[in-house]
């Protein structure tokens, strides 16, 4: 999983000349763009470890290396990553990796402080409804229970600016 990659894809999984054409624009100016075969696998996967990783520097107000350093915070977003993973199977979008290996990714990329963290230190109102929220609601369609990550949204939306 790489930090510095612009995806791009159909709906459908299809490469067309169209996804084609922007990828190489977008090259061509400088920015590393991939196109995808399967784009909601690939926005699953990065919503994957947004959902959790955002919210929680938001409610800790610590940056990654911190929080992630603390076992409880840890196990918190590997059941955040569970629920959300059997969300994934029932979609059939199902991530390659295990929550640990997830959670290693986000070490590896050093420390640094969420975008959720930076909108609440600034008072901007944070992503939580796309970010967690559209998770909650997607396990509430597909009856599938979520306690972490209601929980976590419920803390985090009273936390909010």
Known sequence: ??????ILGEPDGAV????????????EGGINAQTSDSIRR?????????MSMN???????CGTSKMLANADVRDLCVHMMDEMQRCAQ????????????????????????????ADMEAGRALELDP??????????LLD???PFLRSVLGLTTLAAP
């Open 90 to 117: 029932r979609l059939n979008l199902d991530v390659a990796m295990s929550p640990a290996e997830r959670i290693a990714v986000t070490q590896r990329l050093g420390d640094f402080k969420t975008s959720m963290l």
């Open 16 to 27: 067309s000349p169209r996804v084609e054409s922007l990828v190489h624009a977008l090259r």
């Open 55 to 61: 919210p929680l520097s938001a409610l800790t107000r």
């Open 1 to 6: 999983m790489a930090a510095d990659r612009f």
């Open 42 to 50: 690939d926005v699953w996967s990065k919503l994957w470890g947004n």
């Open 144 to 146: 599938i229970p979520t």
């Open 131 to 140: 970010q967690l929220g559209a998770v909650v609601e997607i396990a509430r």
